[in-house]
């Protein structure tokens, strides 16, 4: 069993290969497409700008075929690119999702920081964390999804916190910086991957 | 609600962990990564290093510490001290540290701050401010490890600092740092309601009722503390647990 991580220039690739290898994944960093063929399954993390989006564009193909096959989990930007586009910067996302990512209200931006969430549906990804609050840190979020299963509010604001649809997964916190709660996140993921 | 960040700092000199008063006569505390990993299984919403170290060998020392943090504790954490170019910082980064803390080197050029926030984003960059009262002129920064004055005023530089790039302000009162007597409530506060990115209280935690303060009344979006828990005289949970009875919402493991 072997996770490819994409690589795309967006940051914490280490963190959350560390986290993944941490708990017993084996992992590689994936550049390109046949990078992704070989692999099990298909995490796109994230920390940045949405510009990075235009670096996505040469393995775009190979993801959204990846993304139909073989389980992927979004991480934080790894989720806001699932959407058109973004009010931070210009760039396609992967449009699975109709919509735009928006800049939060809130007084303190980043939205910084453990929050918990509140759960819509049941949730492979979280189950037996659903209640333990997840590390967050992000400028932009997104207000609606069809497959959200987790929403987090901040003071009159709410955004999708996860995204879970059959074999897809996204969500906005961090689990690679979520503590043991975080870990049993990745290892909700990885138990799917296994199956 | 966001919760309220508990952070345990661990000053690092030649790769150990000391703690002094008002930034003089360090003691030694433990080992790094030891420390880490326990504050990190005691519940510890992130962890700050700060490498106190005065020598060319610095960065390479602080470049192995994040490294080894990072395998280990899975909570995010901040690497500062001495930190002075893009290169200095991008290192830490790429090593594994999530933030990197600076200092005086922003003081000097605050460019720098945007530099890195250009590449790494402003979550990634804290802007560390060490703060010291004068009758006359209210609170002043102080760079150089609290020797030299800059007659900076502090909540003006925090905003110039946030105006820079920075995503987050460590604010350390000199003047309460290892006392033990509580944070400086107004330093924080004025600091908290200048400007629209979390800061960190600093220097002067002495319990529980310290952290409580400086988030009800210092608005602090996060309480730092060395001293109390190096020396074992409290663990995160016992603090954690005291602050959820003084009512304030903080993760409990």
Known sequence: MKIAIVDYGAGNTGSVSRALSFIGAK?????????????????????????????????????????????????????????????EAKGRGLGIYQGEVERLKCKKVPHMGWNTVIMQEESRLLEGVESQPFYFCHSYAVKECPDAVAYCNEESERFVAAVEMGNL??????PEKSGPAGLEVLRNFVGVVRK | MVLKRIIPCLDVKEGRVVKGKSFQGLEYAGEPVKLATKYYEQGADELVFLDITATNERRGTEVMLAAAVAEQVFVPFTVGGGIASFEDASAVLDAGADKVALNSAAVLRPELIGEIAQSYGSQAVVAAIDAKRNENRGREVWINAGTNNTGKDAVAWAMDAVDAGAGEILLTSIDKDGTNSGYDLELTRAVSVAVGVPVIASGGAGGAKDMADAFAIGKADAALLAGMLHYGKTTIQKLKGELVGLGIPVRVA
């Open chain 1, 27 to 87: 992992t590689e960093l994936v550049t390109d497409a046949s990078g992704l063929e070989n692999a099990d399954a298909v995490v796109l993390p994230g920390v940045g700008s949405f510009s990075c989006a235009r670096k996505l564009e040469p393995i775009r193909k190979g993801l959204l075929k990846a993304m139909e096959e073989k389980p992927f989990l979004g991480i934080c930007l790894g989720l806001q690119l699932l959407f058109e586009s973004s009010g």
């Open chain 1, 169 to 174: 997964f996204a969500v906005q916190f961090h």
